[in-house]
């Protein structure tokens, strides 16, 4: 697995697969990247300078490669385990989509982490948001074990 800490980006991006463990004959492919950002104050947002984490998970047939369902507790698990790589216990959630443009990409998730120059973990700089960032909890939840929170 890529440790996302470290400051070498020329080894960027990586892609690696691994058969899903919840479903049979599922593979996904997680494609991960380090991209710098640099953005400029805008009205009650300041500055702000480091860079986005950036895990895709494509799940597909592990036999034909075409697309496949597989619920989303298995990929965040996944994107978790490579945000800890960069010290953070949780990340941002986009959901299907292309995180460069917002718009809706069928058979993939996408999970963001976002890391000063200090690579100390921050919260989404506003002038970033390309479409809904949804924080990831730190610790996984199932079915078959109650939030605690809900009671």
């Not at 698990?77 to 069928?106: I, K, S």
């Amino acid at each position: 697995m890529p440790s996302l800490a470290t400051g070498d980006t020329a080894a960027n991006p990586h892609i690696f697969a691994v058969p899903a463990r919840t479903e049979t004959d599922i593979e996904m492919r997680i494609h991960t990247s380090i991209t710098p950002f640099d953005v400029t104050a805008e009205q009650w947002f300041p500055d702000a300078a480091g860079f986005i984490l950036t895990a895709i998970v494509h799940t597909l047939d592990a036999a034909t490669g075409s697309l496949r369902y597989l619920p989303p507790a298995e990929p965040a698990e996944w994107a978790r385990a490579l945000f800890t790589t960069a010290g953070a216990t949780h990340g941002y959630f986009l959901g299907a989509v292309d995180p460069n443009t917002g718009t809706h990409r069928r058979g993939q998730l996408a999970y963001q982490l976002y890391l000063d120059t200090d690579r100390q973990v921050v919260p989404v700089p506003r002038q970033l948001v390309t479409c809904p960032h949804y924080a990831s909890t730190a610790e996984p939840r199932s079915p078959s074990r109650p939030d605690p929170r809900q009671n």
